[in-house]
Nanobody
Framework: VQLQASGGGLVQAGGSLRLSCAAS????????VGWFRQAPGKEREFVAG?????????SYADAVKGRFTFSRDNAKRIVYLQMNSLKPEDTAVYYC????????????????????WGQGTLVTVSS
């Protein structure tokens, strides 16, 4: 399976970007999809996650709640991360990840639960 994240770029504080994650070799319209980010000099951290299927569930990191929104296009097998009201501290390389498992809500932020990762897309927010 290969995941392709795209949509990053340079934006001013307060602006918006939409990241996309497309998969080949596996459908990501099931299981759990997560977005993570890694800022320069910091560890990779959870941003948002979505569990497909009956009892769908979305989880967001506190730092992005109310600003970032997870969505998906089932027909195109693409998931999105809409990022609004961006701040300089959102600057990072953003990664999408997937696991066929439908994780419980508390496990969605756990990086080791995902077995497929994209290459990352850089988001830079200028002040």
């Amino acid at each position: 399976v290969q995941l392709q994240a795209s949509g990053g770029g340079l934006v001013q504080a307060g602006g918006s970007l939409r990241l996309s994650c497309a998969a080949s070799g596996r459908s990501i319209s099931s299981g759990t999809v997560g977005w993570f980010r890694q800022a320069p000099g910091k560890e990779r951290e959870f941003v948002a996650g979505f569990r497909w299927g009956c009892g769908t569930s979305t989880s967001y990191a506190d730092a992005v709640k109310g600003r970032f929104t997870f969505s998906r296009d089932n027909a195109k097998r693409i998931v999105y991360l809409q990022m609004n009201s961006l701040k300089p501290e959102d600057t990072a390389v953003y990664y999408c990840a997937h696991t066929p498992a439908r994780m419980v809500l508390s496990a969605i932020p756990t990086q080791t639960s995902y077995d497929a990762w994209g290459q990352g897309t850089l988001v830079t927010v200028s002040s």
